[in-house]
């Protein structure tokens, strides 16, 4: 309590400009979405202030005299910032604002949330777009959720903007720069699921890496990162499990490039990564399709179909978690299909907003919401 006072008399006694556009972020794993949009502000001129729960985030290290950062560490010192911060514009990742653990300030004009995946909104938790006054959407199909939602919930109508995904910008440009590596010997699988209940991993465990295993290809299993904080055991449980499995490798990095840029086909569940695999990468998924646990999630409301299931067909191939046994068939059928990429290229210009310029179309949006 007493860090997050002395703070944010820290804060507080900035020049104005640095409080009119203020970023929050719970560390590092947000940088991404962060940064496109930042660098583009700071080329326009603008100043802005930094706060971040991570004390290793690489918003920290930002060398502009335009920027001004804070760690705020975590605990109740960031509740507490935040829920007694001045500003005009508060940009945040986190979902949940007044119904989790971060509050409206009532010194704050505008709170904007910036959504930081390509799926639709089914499978976050209930209320979490219904506090902010301005929500970043990826694609038309979030911009018609949640004005169903609101339409179901009869509350005030938001400002939804057609902004895009700014982390694509990022591993965009980082795929344009690895275009010259060799790639790896042979093919490769990697398997990438969400976290959770609805995880594959957490759902199937040895079985599914024994399965892919059978295969004869090379797998490397990258947990999601929420994995590493929420489900420690489990993952020391399957790692130990594993390692006499020559074909099966993990990696725990901080960015998913490496394995994404040098495996040649996904395996996951309606995880968002699944969309950055085949927009960016342009490289084939199979999606594990099984019931999923809506309870406490915003799909209790929306109903009806999910659209990353919608999607899924289209990114490559949908094999039902009840018939594991015919995955590496699959597989091997997908790795087949030649025009593949030429299909992703089309997907994503239907389901996503400026891919590759969203940061920049950010922080026009935000300057023109001041």
């Known amino acids: 309590m007493l860090k997050a006072i002395r703070l944010l008399r820290q804060f507080h006694e900035l020049p104005e400009e640095y ?23 700071l080329e326009k001129g603008r100043a802005l202030t930094y706060l971040t729960m991570g004390s290793k985030d690489l918003g920290l290290r930002q ?32 979902p949940g604002l007044q ?40 694609g038309e199909h979030q911009i018609d959720e949640i004005r169903k939602l609101e339409r179901i919930r009869n509350s005030k109508p938001k400002n939804l903007l057609k902004t895009g995904l700014p982390y694509m910008d990022m591993l965009s440009a980082q795929l344009k720069g690895s275009r010259g590596d060799s790639q790896g010997e042979g093919t490769s699988i ?12 957490s759902r199937y465990r040895m079985r599914l890496i024994e399965v892919l295993a059978s295969t004869g290809l090379d797998t490397i299993i990258r947990p999601h990162p929420q994995q590493l904080k929420s489900e420690v055991s489990l993952l ?13 490798s993990w990696d725990f990095e901080p960015s ?9 086909i996904m395996i996951s569940d309606l995880s968002g990564v699944i969309f950055d695999y085949a927009f960016v990468y342009e490289k084939p998924v199979i999606t594990l399709d099984y019931e999923l ?29 009840d018939n594991l046994d015919i995955l590496p068939k699959i597989i091997a059928d997908t790795l087949s299909r030649k025009h593949l990429r030429d299909e992703m290229g089309e997907l994503r210009a239907a389901s996503i907003f400026n891919f590759g310029n969203a940061g920049r179309v950010a922080a026009e949006q935000l300057i023109e919401l001041l």
């Not at 998913?256 to 040649?264: I, N, P």
Request: charged fraction near 15%; glycine fraction near 10%; include cysteine.
């Open 236 to 248: 020391t449980e399957l790692k130990s499990a594993s390692a006499g499995i020559d074909s099966i």
């Open 19 to 41: 409080r009119e556009i203020v970023f929050f972020s719970e560390g590092g794993s947000y940088w991404n979405t962060m940064a496109p949009i930042i660098e583009s502000l």
């Open 293 to 321: 646990d809506t309870k406490g999630f915003e799909h209790e409301d929306l109903e009806g179909a999910v659209w990353e299931r919608e999607m899924a067909q289209s990114l490559g191939a949908v094999v039902s978690g």
């Open 99 to 138: 119904t989790l653990t971060i509050k409206r300030s009532p010194a704050v004009k505008h709170y904007v949330h910036v959504i930081h995946s390509p799926t639709g909104v089914s499978f976050y938790r209930k209320f979490s777009f219904d506090h902010f006054d301005t929500v970043m959407c990826s």
């Open 190 to 201: 990697l398997l990438a699921p969400t976290w959770g209940p609805n995880g594959a991993l």
């Open 63 to 94: 060398h502009s005299g335009s920027v001004a950062s804070f760690c705020l560490g975590h605990g109740i010192n960031p509740m507490c910032f935040m829920s007694m911060l001045r500003a005009n514009l508060v940009i945040m990742t986190t």
């Open 256 to 264: 998913g490039h490496g394995s994404m840029l040098f495996s040649d």
